[in-house]
Nanobody
């Protein structure tokens, strides 16, 4: 049974930083790309970042480029999202996701999802 468990969310002031973690279990972690999405109140879930199986390729939403960094530790079965220079509009529930099939890319519709972790940025 595949499980994705996010942690690290919280309340932070604008300009601050947070690091989210997502621990995966139930399959061979290194075979799967990983990604982060977020959902703000009243809005649709949106892509934030993704990382390839080896970590050699990353992709970011334009809104977070230069501020967020996705990384992974295949020995720990964990993916991270380092968030810096946080803005009010970064507030939302952050979800970890990974494709159901190995060797495929992260999309909004093809993966397993964690339960989410709340990030609230205050002024």
């Amino acid at each position: 049974q595949v499980q994705l468990v996010e942690s690290g969310g919280g309340l932070v002031q604008a300009g601050g930083s947070l690091r989210l973690s997502c621990a995966a279990s139930g399959r061979t972690f290194s075979r799967y790309a990983m990604g982060w999405f977020r959902q703000a109140p009243g809005k649709e879930r949106e892509f934030v970042a993704s990382i390839s199986r080896t970590g050699g390729t990353t992709d970011y939403a334009n809104s977070v480029k230069g501020r967020f960094t996705i990384s992974r530790d295949n020995a720990k079965n964990t993916v991270y999202l380092q968030m810096t220079s946080l803005k009010l509009e970064d507030t939302g529930v952050y979800y970890c996701t990974s494709p159901m099939a190995p060797y495929t890319s992260v999309t909004a519709t093809n993966g397993y999802w964690g339960q989410g972790t709340q990030v609230t940025v205050s002024s």
